[in-house]
Nanobody
């Protein structure tokens, strides 16, 4: 089992910044990927920013240039710095950890609310 602890959500005005953190513990796979997804009310969960298993990054088009994903491998922690926040960024943000045994295992955090006021 992998436990994910997220932090950093909150309420911010449009144009502001927030930094989310997600720390993984428990069964840490040597081959893994971590990233962030979000789900707004009435919408499907969508990718925000992730690291792939080879260390490259993927960003949603809507956050490119505003969000930056980073990580501390020693602490099994992934961050996302969110700048120039917009009201449409309002959502519950979830951390996702994928590990390859094999087979593939996927774990989700409990989610952290980000609310951007206009």
């Amino acid at each position: 089992q992998v436990q994910l602890v997220e932090s950093g959500g909150g309420l911010v005005q449009a144009g502001g910044s927030l930094r989310l953190s997600c720390a993984a513990s428990g069964r840490i796979f040597s081959i893994n990927a971590m990233g962030w997804y979000r789900q707004a009310p009435g919408k499907q969960r969508e990718l925000v920013a992730t690291f792939t298993v080879v260390g490259s990054t993927n960003y949603a088009d809507s956050v490119k240039g505003r969000f930056t994903i980073s990580r501390d491998n020693a602490k099994n922690t992934v961050f996302v710095q969110m700048n120039s926040l917009k009201p449409e960024d309002t959502a519950v943000y979830y951390c996702c950890y994928t590990g390859w045994g094999p087979p593939k295992y996927e774990y989700w955090g409990q989610g952290t609310q980000v609310t951007v006021s206009s």
